[in-house]
Structure formats: structure tokens, C-alpha cells
């Protein structure tokens, strides 16, 4: 996993850069290797991740081995063609020019699951909400997926997969539950724009049209925090 | 909501300084307001995150209305004793030192929501993990809650709540789920080391403990990304 000729990264970028440079990374894989070190700050980072009563729920298995990649990428192409099968025509031609993957192309694999055993009996803040605990993971995906993103490195999210096939091909214990497979890796480049809007899939929204006053109903214009008022 | 007086803050931090700034907050908050532009920015920093098949399924509603947070708060108590109630001793005295919420002291309250009907029917990625909706939601807040930190502000994730409660007090529809409470604004500093480690309820653990190799089972030491081993 180490790589002596390995470029150390700039680190300089602003946390928005950061964010807006972050793309779901499918086709630019380079598939060279990824620095030990710089490894272990991603998975720090996601580590330091908050959680629902302290209770840092996540693991993480990192997925090297050929045999068990190709075992999951075939699932994942059948859960593909599952998908596939409920789409309109329409549809169906815009998803065919769509990769959902790059799991041998990545360099690494990265499991991340979620342990509602950690911290228990009584995790604090877990009592109303049980899912609180899944949002933890999420939360630390999210720290990995930008570290990664200053470290030049892309991440893309796979999630056409069965949870039982993936805990069974890694050996999950009971009640374990996997949240991501993550392809990790150095890339060509990261697009500028999502692969689904390049691909015509769907469009962003604009902020605008997510933001709220006091209650669901109230978008009232004098309050809007629009772009024609601000800047 | 703005603020003449307001400084703005450095954003010359690292991710990785503002990974590790960044705390659960509630006793710190100022009440001070926060500024438009800023609370602007760091909701476009939530509404950049990823989403499965670029569905964007999250809304933020912005609760200044005291009304509101005061009722919400009432409801956060009987909570808070509800959980108390299945502590034994021993934690119940550690537990009553905790402050688990500034829903008053903080300057705002973002209520982030989840519409599992944005981008249906078909949401690319989410045919066999539905649920994937949701963890979206998650990164969207971890990116709010890091672009808060560059700026200074203060956030708490409160998940003392019933969701029906929440959904009712803020005229939510029906299907839309509430994800989590944030308080956010201005605060006096931020602690090093997080509430709950301080105040002795669970301390962090180390990184090394929650890494696999390939399987779950596969720990072995001479793969380990140990602290030992680098640095």
C-alpha cells in the first residue's frame, strides 16, 4: 500500500474547496497505490467523526484482496440489471451510459459498518431515535470522503448490493450492518460537474428551493436567504 | 439575523484542524446572531454534499421562533428523564452533570429533514438499500457542521426527541422524517476534548480498534496500520 514515488498532496485547499471540488468517483481511477500514511489520516479523520453518545459505532475493513472484489463487483452487476429492469425506456438509455463503479479499478476497498452493540446498554442520545447510531456512521463517511478529496484522492459510493451478500463476503458478525462500500483511490481527475448531471440523470436543485422558515410551509420571500438578496 | 458587528472568521484551517476543532455543542453558545452570508455559506456547504442517484433528499428549516423552542425543549426533558430512567446509579450520577442541549442559548435552530420522494420513483442506488436516502441526509449535516466549525460557529445534534413531536410542531408532511435538531450560532470557545469524555461518561477509542483487513476477522498485526508502526 505504500508507494515511494507517491506525490504528498496539497493540503492548502479551503474546507469549501474541498467540498466543491468532491465528486462520487466511478471512471477516474488510476489505480496506482495509496500512501500508508495518507491512508491512515483519511481513516483518522473519519474516526474523529461525531457520535451519538461518544459511541464511534463505525469500523472500517479494508478490502485488498482481487478474489473478494471481483466476487462483489458480479453481485453488483446483477443488482445493476435489478435496477435496470424497473426503468422506463427513457431511462433505461440515459443509465446504460451511466458507470456505477469503480471496484477493481480502485485501489482500495473500504467497507464501513455499523455496530449497534457499541456503547450499549444506554447510549446516550439513543433512546427516541435508534437510528441515531447509522447517522454516526454516515457522519464519519463523510470526514473520509473529504480528507480523501484533499489528499487528491476519489471516493466513490457503491450501493447496489445486497447487505446480506456483502456480510456474508467479509464475514460480518451477527448484527453487523454495512453502510458502504467505499472505492478509494488516486484518480486522473475529478470531474467538475456529477456524473449524473453529465449524463442528464437529474439536475441539482437549487439551494433555494431546500431552505425553510419556522415551519415546512412558511418559504415566505422576505425571509429567503436568496441569491438575487445576498451578493 | 445579520449582524454589523459580527467578525468574520479565519478560514485559513485545514480540514484536519476543523475535523478535530469541531465539537458536539451546548454549553458554549453566545447567542449571538449569525450572519447571513455566513449561515448561507454553510448551508450550501450541507446542500454540496453527496446523495444517492443526486437525489438531494434533505430540506433545512430554520427555527428562530422562540415559541417554537421553547415547546421543543419542554419535550427534549421529559426525554432526557425518560433515558435517565433506565440508568443504573452509577451512570444516572454522570448523567446529571451532562447538559445534552442548547436549544435556547444557541442563536439558531436547523431542523434537517429527509423526502424519500425526491427523485422518485427511481432513485439510482437506492433499489436495494433504501435507506440510502437517509445516510445522504447524514453527509449533508456533516458538512454543515464542518463548515460551521471553519467559521467559528458552534453546532449540537439534540436527538432527545420523538420524531412524531417534532414533526407536528413544525407542520412537517406526512412522509417527510425529521433527521436531527442542530443547534448552531456564535459561541465563547469550543472544548478539546469532547463532553462526554470530559464528563467521564466513555472515552474515545483508538483508531487501531475499529480497522480490519480484507475480513472482519483479519486483524493481524504485521498489516496494522498501528501508531507504533508510522510516524
Known amino acids: 500500500m505504500t508507494s515511494d514515488s507517491y506525490t504528498f498532496a496539497k493540503n492548502s485547499m479551503s474546507l469549501y474547496d474541498i467540498i466543491n471540488k468532491r465528486r462520487d468517483v466511478r471512471a477516474q481511477f488510476s489505480g496506482e ?24 459505532p463505525w469500523d472500517f475493513i479494508l478490502i485488498e484482496s482481487e ?20 426503468l422506463d425506456n427513457d431511462r433505461k438509455g440515459i ?47 463523510e470526514n473520509l470522503w473529504l480528507a480523501a478529496t484533499a489528499e487528491n484522492l ?34 486522473t481527475h475529478l470531474e467538475t460537474v456529477p456524473d449524473l448531471e453529465r449524463f442528464k440523470w437529474r439536475k441539482r436543485m437549487s439551494l433555494d428551493d431546500v431552505v425553510h422558515y419556522d415551519s415546512w410551509n412558511n418559504r415566505s420571500l422576505e425571509n429567503k436567504i436568496s441569491d438575487e438578496k445576498l451578493d
Do not use: M
Open 95 to 141: 443509465f446504460a451510459n451511466i458507470k456505477i463503479e469503480g471496484i477493481l479499478e480502485s485501489s482500495l476497498g473500504i467497507v464501513v459498518t455499523y455496530d449497534p452493540k457499541r456503547g450499549s446498554p444506554a447510549v446516550l442520545g439513543r433512546n427516541t431515535i435508534d437510528e441515531a447510531g447509522i447517522y454516526s456512521v454516515c457522519l464519519a463517511i
Open 33 to 56: 497505490s495509496i500512501d500508508t500514511n495518507i491512508l491512515k489520516k483519511i481513516l483518522q479523520a473519519a474516526h474523529s467523526a461525531p457520535s451519538v453518545g461518544l459511541s464511534q
Open 154 to 187: 476519489g471516493v466513490g459510493w457503491v450501493s447496489f448490493y445486497k447487505e446480506e451478500f456483502l456480510a456474508e463476503l467479509i464475514n460480518l458478525p451477527n448484527g453487523i450492518k454495512p453502510i458502504a462500500w467505499l472505492c478509494v483511490g488516486p484518480v
Open 67 to 86: 478474489s473478494i472484489r471481483k466476487q462483489f463487483k458480479e453481485h453488483v452487476e446483477i443488482e445493476r440489471e435489478s435496477f435496470n429492469n424497473v
